[in-house]
């Protein structure tokens, strides 16, 4: 819904350039922040243990959660106590909170943000913390919990922490000629950021578009650049537990609903498993759910005649079944899928290897 009413003001013909006029007094403090940690007057934390940090260049979704519990799995083979550092986006606590020890326990997604707690559910043995300040959270990790590794979610515009290696998501929103600096447009940054990056990973992009792909970021990136897509693996109940295949929804009525950056994505991973969407609700990214709500959704699935409801795996962790009244609550599992996983993982070894 907020995607909709930001696009609406985006294309209106009096708010336009005003938001351009915007778009270039962001565009100049951005410049000037970054000149100020490229000649050190602002000063990067550097940490003894190796630091990996994902993030993009646009403020919509691009991935990065699924990418970070793929990275969980092919770096744990040599890291035995990684953690990962996020910010905990419209969490309801403050400060340096601890969300999972790697011993089962798990914060909920109040304390700790919905993306943090999905990847300490996913992963019960990974450390998961969010902090505002993320150096103070990667100091705890270190000295209480002796991590050997650390993956920063979302924070390649998160200077303040010394990184060995910058992971940079790119969607195609992202290399369109008409990209903007916010507010005009999604961009947290301009493409001229991404020298900064050690490799750049392109998300849900078709083999005829990589030419183009690469015309426009070789003017400022020359290291690697990997593959993935996003793909609908299977269901899963309220406790994230697998419930099944996705074949058992096939010509079945459902109302999905999604509160994400891209509900776009969700919408069309529904729609080719050939599943019967009578309705499809968008709340804004990392939303908490009300009772009005959900009172919301659950009448229109009985509009609807469906008994079956269907959101995504990060709004999952902020829900319960018994508010539900008895419909079956389900979530779709997504998961990145590499074209050589392999060898992204001693790409990775390597660059980390390079920069301790």
Known sequence: MQSIQLARLRSSILLKPVLCIFSLIFGLLIRSRNALFDWQIFKSRAFDIPVISVGNLSSGGSGKTPFTMELINLLSQKYKRIAVISRGYKRKSRGVQLVSDGLGRVAGAATGGDEPVLIAKRFPGCLVLVAEKRSLAIQRACEQYQADL???????????????????????????????????????????????????????????????????????????????????????????????DLRQLHGLPVVAFAGIANPDSFKRLILQADIVLRRFFIFPDHHFYSDTDIARITSSAAEEQCTCLLTTEKDMVKLAADRFDGLHLLAMRIRLILESPQQLQQKLYDLVDKTI
Not at 169 to 184: M, Q, Y
Not at 199 to 206: A, Q, S
């Open 150 to 244: 650390v993956i920063l979610d979302d924070a390649f515009q998160h200077r303040w922490v010394k990184r060995n290696v910058d992971i940079v998501l790119l969607s195609k929103s992202d290399l369109t000629p008409r990209c903007r600096l916010l507010p005009a447009g999604d961009l947290r940054e301009p493409l001229t950021a991404l020298k900064r990056a050690h490799m750049i990973i392109m998300v849900n992009r078709k083999q005829n578009d990589i030419q183009n792909d690469l015309g426009i970021i070789r003017p400022y990136y020359h290291g690697e650049i990997e593959y993935y897509r996003l793909q609908a693996t299977g269901l899963v109940d309220v406790t994230l537990t697998p419930a099944g």
